[in-house]
């Protein structure tokens, strides 16, 4: 049996017997993790290692890592982190010095990670805010313009790929000019094509050659209206693919958000029909995560090749003197320039 196109969530800290018997049968591509789902390192290990033992295989595990509001990881075993608005307003001064410290700074959550046994990091965020949205991005996002946001987005998944941790580019081909927040309702964006162009999508751009992405439900009036990305062909196929260029195997936001309607399983066939390579489905809820899994085929194809493309990117993660690094990270963070060399 092959893996199915789909990312699953648990409920709580260990895998209960229904939910072995699920992971088991379903084969998901792979384990996505929140606060629910950590207690400490040692039984984050043990959870991982035993889904990974379920699946028999070396599956991938995923996480939001950003800093700042969005770090599910935290004290007193893990540390905090900046919010990624601290890395745009260090470039604002410092170009050298923003990027010094943006990719430092994902080196060390990379650190964190890789100790556990978690994969993936649903990080870089590239969305490019403007005034008057939802603060659902707001200090998560490294600038105001689609330059400063992709060169610090590519720094930090270049110290995630050092860390030995894959990065999610997300959420495309934008997020930044919602007005609403997409876990309780769906945003509509009724921006120019040019304009969108010009802003959101080059953002994404140089960073199209990552190697995973994640999608965002909004609904951009002037290029499909009343359909989510996540759930257009016109989006996927000729926005994130083609003017973007994203090549890399492409997640949807989680399937259970307030943006999307119908069920689910319907969320999770719409998804897939528009273009996604897998579906992303967080909450945990067991009856959900059965009807996702029995929508979502094995994977196969153009889909399977940039996931497994993917994961062979992964490489290992190159030395570092963790008590030095986070020193140093902490001397960036202060605007020391004597530790960037």
Excluded at 131 to 151: F, N, T
């Amino acid at each position: 049996m092959g893996t199915r196109a789909f990312i699953t969530g648990l409920a709580g800290s260990a895998i209960a017997p229904d939910e072995h018997a699920f992971l088991r049968a379903a084969q998901p591509w792979g384990l996505i993790l929140f606060k629910r789902n950590v207690v400490d390192p040692t039984q984050l290990r043990s959870l991982i290692g035993d889904f990974r033992a379920i699946c028999g295989r070396n599956a991938p595990v995923l996480i939001d890592q950003e800093g700042g509001r969005v770090q599910r990881l935290g004290p007193p075993y893990w540390p905090v982190y900046p919010p990624g608005a601290a890395y745009g307003a260090l470039y604002r001064r410092d170009p050298a010095l923003g990027l010094a410290a943006a990719r430092l700074g994902a080196r060390l959550i990379a650190a964190d990670l890789e100790a556990v046994g978690i994969t993936v990091n649903c990080l870089p965020i590239a969305d490019v805010p403007v005034a008057g949205a939802d603060r659902v991005i707001g200090d998560r996002a490294y600038g105001d313009s689609a330059r400063e946001v992709s060169a610090v987005a590519e720094a930090i998944a270049a110290g995630l790929q050092e860390g030995g941790v894959l990065p999610v580019v997300k959420h495309l081909p934008g997020h930044g000019r919602a007005t609403a927040d997409s876990h309780e309702r769906l945003p509509v964006v009724a921006t120019p094509r040019e304009l969108l162009a010009a802003t959101d999508f080059a953002a994404f751009e140089p960073l199209a050659h990552l190697p995973l992405g994640m999608t965002a439900h909004v609904d951009f009036t002037a290029l499909d209206p009343g359909v989510a990305a996540t759930t257009s062909r016109t989006i996927i196929g000729e926005v994130i693919r083609r003017t973007i260029g994203f090549t890399g195997a492409l997640m949807s936001d989680d399937i259970s958000m307030g943006a999307l309607s119908g069920s689910v399983a319907e969320r999770s066939e719409r998804a897939l029909a528009a273009g996604c390579d897998l579906v992303l489905h967080c909450n945990g809820n067991l009856a959900e995560m059965e009807d996702v899994a029995a929508a979502c085929p094995d994977l196969a194809g153009a889909a399977l090749e940039r996931a497994e493309r993917a994961l062979g990117s992964r490489r290992a993660a190159e030395p570092v003197d963790l008590h030095e690094a986070r020193a140093r990270f902490a001397a960036l963070l202060a605007g020391e320039h004597a530790v960037t060399a």
